[in-house]
């Protein structure tokens, strides 16, 4: 897949990218660029862009030194990350406790991704969410219902990897919004897991109902009308009722 920048409006773009399943099929990935308040730029995730998407990146940045941060925040999204740090080596680099982990030779900024106190410093430009009740980093490597979820009100952009997907959608049909398959695995094994999972997903219905742009790195960028919604809230509400039987099936196990 050839990289692909998209300009999503008021100081946001996502850059489509290639994540080839066993090699084989290209699911497709992404990162997405965002000008702050102040002028600089952050880009969200990492990825080992060709010459000629560095680039355009310059072009709309006016130089690497204008990107002040990099914000990793799917946990299990790590093969660009060392790429990442060359490409833009004076960005501050936050990663994912397992990021830091993987990776203890990169200088990290003190906080990780999922930290309430890196949020705060982006709180001008950008809100972050976690999916409560579930596992960020499980033990399990293929279990990738949990992420960090970023919303950029000034363009009205939601950045999300795994935790929303897409499934069903065809030539001339829209698809539907879905949770990541791996919920019921994601979950944590406790009482009030699925209570408190519900509880995030109504809040984060109520807290970013004014989204219009969901960017989702195996779907590509996404609108209502092509979720077969008035609103893309709608469609996440969608998505997260679908997910009741699963929920329901955990509190009975759990609690």
């Known amino acids: 897949m050839k990289e692909k920048i998209i300009d999503c409006g008021n100081?946001?773009?996502?850059?489509?990218?290639?994540?080839?399943?066993?090699?084989?099929?290209?699911?497709?990935t992404q990162t997405s660029l965002l000008r702050m308040g102040d002028g600089r730029f952050v880009i969200?995730?990492?990825?080992?862009?060709?010459?000629?998407?560095?680039?355009?990146?310059?072009?709309?940045?006016?130089?690497?030194?204008?990107?002040?941060?990099?914000?990793?925040?799917?946990?299990?999204?790590?093969?660009?990350?060392?790429?990442?740090?060359?490409?833009?080596?004076?960005?501050?680099?936050?990663?994912?406790?397992?990021?830091?982990?993987?990776?203890?030779?990169?200088?990290?900024?003190?906080?990780?991704?999922?930290?309430?106190?890196?949020?705060?410093?982006?709180?001008?430009?950008?809100?972050?969410?976690?999916?409560?009740?579930?596992?960020?980093?499980p033990g399990n490597e293929n279990i990738h219902a949990g992420s960090v979820l970023a919303y950029h009100p000034a363009s009205r952009v939601?950045?999300?990897?795994?935790?929303?997907?897409?499934?069903?959608?065809k030539p001339g049909k829209a698809g539907k919004l879905s949770v990541h398959p791996t919920l019921s695995f994601a979950l944590e094994k406790r009482a009030g897991a699925a209570r408190d999972f519900e509880a995030w997903g109504e809040q984060l219905l109520a807290d970013w109902a004014d989204a219009e742009v969901l960017c989702v790195a195996h779907a590509g960028v996404l609108r209502a009308e092509a979720l077969g919604q008035e609103r893309l809230v709608d469609a996440m509400a969608h998505a997260l009722s679908h997910v009741d039987r699963k929920l329901r099936r955990h509190a009975r196990r759990y609690g």
Request: hydrophobic residues 45%; glycine residues 8%.
């Open 158 to 169: 939601i950045h999300v990897d795994d935790t929303f997907n897409l499934r069903g959608a």
């Open 11 to 28: 100081g946001f773009w996502n850059i489509r990218g290639s994540f080839k399943l066993a090699g084989l099929i290209d699911l497709g």
């Open 44 to 137: 969200l995730d990492s990825y080992s862009y060709a010459p000629e998407t560095l680039e355009r990146i310059d072009a709309i940045t006016g130089g690497r030194d204008k990107v002040a941060a990099v914000i990793n925040l799917h946990p299990f999204h790590t093969l660009h990350t060392e790429t990442m740090r060359t490409a833009f080596p004076e960005a501050v680099h936050f990663g994912t406790s397992r990021h830091i982990a993987k990776f203890p030779h990169l200088d990290w900024a003190a906080t990780a991704s999922e930290d309430p106190a890196t949020w705060a410093l982006f709180k001008d430009d950008l809100a972050f969410s976690v999916p409560a009740g579930v596992a960020l980093v």
